[in-house]
């Protein structure tokens, strides 16, 4: 079983910033997918920016330009910066991996976005 340790949701006013942090563990950080989903109230589940298994990165449309993805290798720890947040950007957020053949989650931030 792989557990992920999220953080750093919270509420925001628009335009502000949040950063991010998922701890995985270390057998696995640095060969495998991995990255950010987020799920708005009756929505699906879609991609946010994720680190490819060569370390490249992609994001989504609607973030690309604010939100910045990250990895510290020392600390077995990614990272999503959010910057100029909107209100569509409230929802929870999940770190995910992909590893063995296996999705795995977090347990899931809140973030909301609202003056």
């Known amino acids: 079983q792989v557990q992920l340790v999220e953080s750093g949701g919270g509420l925001v006013q628009p335009g502000g910033s949040l950063r991010l942090s998922c701890a995985a563990p270390?057998?696995?950080?640095?060969?495998?997918?991995m990255g950010w989903f987020r799920q708005a109230p009756g929505k699906q589940r879609e991609l946010v920016a994720t680190f490819t298994s060569a370390g490249s990165t992609n994001y989504a449309d609607p973030v690309k330009g604010r939100f910045t993805i990250s990895r510290d290798n020392a600390k077995n720890t990614i990272y999503l910066q959010m910057n100029s947040l909107k209100p569509e950007d409230t929802a929870i957020y999940y770190c995910?991996?992909?590893?063995?053949?296996?999705?795995?989650w977090g347990q899931g931030t809140q973030v909301t976005v609202s003056s």
């Open positions: 995910w991996v992909y590893y063995g053949g296996t999705n795995y």
């Open positions: 270390g057998s696995i950080f640095s060969r495998n997918r």
